[in-house]
């Protein structure tokens, strides 16, 4: 159990991480026009929204996601393993990333690249979180759900807290180069945010290739295809295996937080979240 890498007032993993590293990304990172990005808080479907994006680039065929791991096809701006990758890599890049506001790479900020932000109910957030902790090295390692709910409502997990990354990144949603979704409607309506995601990307498909592209990235198919269920996951982080694809529905908070913790989230969403339209959380 490692504790946790603190950057900027945000707790980051320890393995994988470095300060210089995350300095030099917000500093210098070079982020280009052609570029998608592909941002989330942990836990949102960030690796639903890479293989939809991947199948899209292919045209529905699975060949690439069905033959290279999920982090080498859409690398991560802020590892050890992604950064390298994509400072190297020529032409149009597919980056995704974590990273709060303040600690994005500054030059997105006059940029014409893409991003697409997924948000998800932060109750179903810590749910997730909590259980996909459970099985890693990672962090540290809280003993009960208790302990993960106070520790994610103060913000002290990684990537800091819920509420501050989504106030900052959500500020940006006027912007043309700017697209949210929710898990929640990639969800109830796949379909429909495929196409939704195709005219921001500025891509055409055929119905059949629309087809193959639900096909591959339902949940059943992206459990079994282990170029993206996280099983290669070197030993060290996870020993005892990586399960990214749980449950995969919508609510499964309600099966866990007690009557006391669901008023205390609702209570702290109010004051956190107070100013947004309505509409803009669809589970809320
Ligand atoms: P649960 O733990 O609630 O099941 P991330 O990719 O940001 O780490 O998010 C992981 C969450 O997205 C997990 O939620 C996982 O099951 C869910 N997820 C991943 N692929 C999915 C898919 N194809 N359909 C539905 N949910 C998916």
């Known amino acids: 159990m490692s504790d946790y890498l603190w950057f900027e007032g945000i707790p980051f993993p320890n393995l994988q991480y470095e300060k210089e590293r ?52 859409v690398p991560s701006i802020e590892t050890q393993k992604g950064y390298p990758l994509l400072i190297n890599k020529e032409g149009p890049r597919l980056i995704s990333s974590h990273l709060p506001f303040h600690l994005f790479p500054n030059s997105f900020f006059s ?3 893409k991003v697409i932000y997924v948000i998800r109910n932060p109750r ?4 997730s979180g909590y259980f996909f902790l459970s099985k890693t090295k990672y962090v540290k390692y809280p003993e009960s759900l208790t302990t993960y709910f106070e520790w994610f409502l103060k913000g002290n997990v990684v990537y800091g807290s819920w509420f501050e990354h989504t106030c900052a990144w959500i500020s940006m949603r006027e912007r043309d180069n ?65 399960v990214l694809l749980r449950k995969g529905m ?19 969403f109010q004051e956190k979240m107070a100013g947004f339209p309505p509409g803009l959380f669809p589970w809320e």
């Open 178 to 242: 700017f697209l949210i979704l929710s898990y929640e409607d990639i969800k109830k309506d796949t379909k429909s945010t495929i196409k939704k995601i195709c005219d921001f990307l500025g891509k055409k498909l055929e119905p059949d290739e629309l087809d193959m592209i639900l096909k591959y990235s339902s949940f059943k198919a992206m459990k079994e295809n282990k170029m993206s269920n996280f099983s290669l996951i070197k030993e060290y982080i996870a020993p005892n295996g990586l």
């Open 124 to 127: 179903d957030v810590l749910v």
């Open 111 to 113: 940029s014409k690249a």
């Open 22 to 73: 995350l300095e030099e990304i917000r500093d210098k990172f070079v982020i280009r026009d052609e570029d998608t990005i592909i941002l989330t808080y942990p836990k949102s479907g960030t690796n639903w929204l890479t293989e939809i994006v991947c199948l899209i680039q292919t045209k529905g065929d699975p060949n690439w996601i069905q033959s290279v791991p999920i982090w080498d096809r």
């Open 250 to 268: 919508t609510g499964d908070w309600k099966n866990h937080f007690t009557v006391a913790q669901a008023e205390a989230f609702d209570k702290v």
